[in-house]
């Protein structure tokens, strides 16, 4: 915007619209500052901050643009990623666990997934022979008939629950299981063996 100066006092040109059209000239007071000329305001906290130097009061100037320049160095040289991504500690972290995720789905059921799920059965089962050993070598017996009547319950219940595991296993409804569910299949026999000597007993 530009404003003609005339006898009588300032007018605004006359400026076309985006549509064609042009709007009139506007005659404007003495002292007018367009609103896109106008100051941003900042208050005196603002002004201060702005006004303060970048380094400490007392040190050479020079000095301070000397350090300047190092840190810029060591920003540009060791630090470049960290500064250029700006990510906190638990964000980097955050990404970190995506990416291992994304690896692992990446390799599929069929690839290394596969095998891990493999040794985790074989670890189980080696885990549940052992524990049939120790149950043989030194059956725990309850001391009264209640005792021995919640035992089995609660091993009929555990049983009932590994069979369910099973089923959802064998109909693929579970194709990833846990490794506590893996434990729980592998302590089936055990569970079975337990319940066996106890019914035997009573």
Do not use: H
Not at 87 to 94: E, F, G, I, P, V
Not at 166 to 191: F, H, I, T, V
């Amino acid at each position: 915007l530009f404003c003609l100066c005339v006898l009588t006092g300032k007018y605004i040109a006359a400026t076309q619209r985006p549509d064609g059209t042009w709007r009139k000239p506007r005659r404007v007071k003495d002292g007018y500052v367009p609103q896109e000329e106008v100051p941003v305001y900042e208050n005196k906290y603002v002004k201060f901050f702005k006004s303060k130097p970048d380094f400490p009061p007392g040190m050479n100037p020079e000095d301070a643009a000397a350090a300047k320049q190092q840190q810029v160095a060591a920003v540009r040289g060791g630090d470049r990623e960290s500064e250029a991504t700006g990510l906190s500690k638990t964000a980097k972290r955050n990404m970190k666990r995506k990416e291992k995720r994304k690896q692992q789905q990446g390799q599929g059921p069929a690839g290394g997934e596969a095998e891990a799920l493999a040794k985790e059965l074989e670890k189980v089962v080696v885990s549940a022979a052992e524990q049939q050993q120790n149950s043989a070598a030194a059956p725990a017996e309850p001391s009264t008939a209640t005792e021995k009547v919640k035992k089995m319950k609660n091993l009929r219940k555990k049983l009932r629950q590994v069979e369910e595991l099973q089923q959802k296993l064998d109909s693929g409804e579970l194709q990833n299981p846990s490794k506590d569910q893996l434990d729980k299949l592998g302590r089936a026999q055990a569970l079975r063996e337990e319940l066996r000597q106890l019914e035997e007993d009573s």
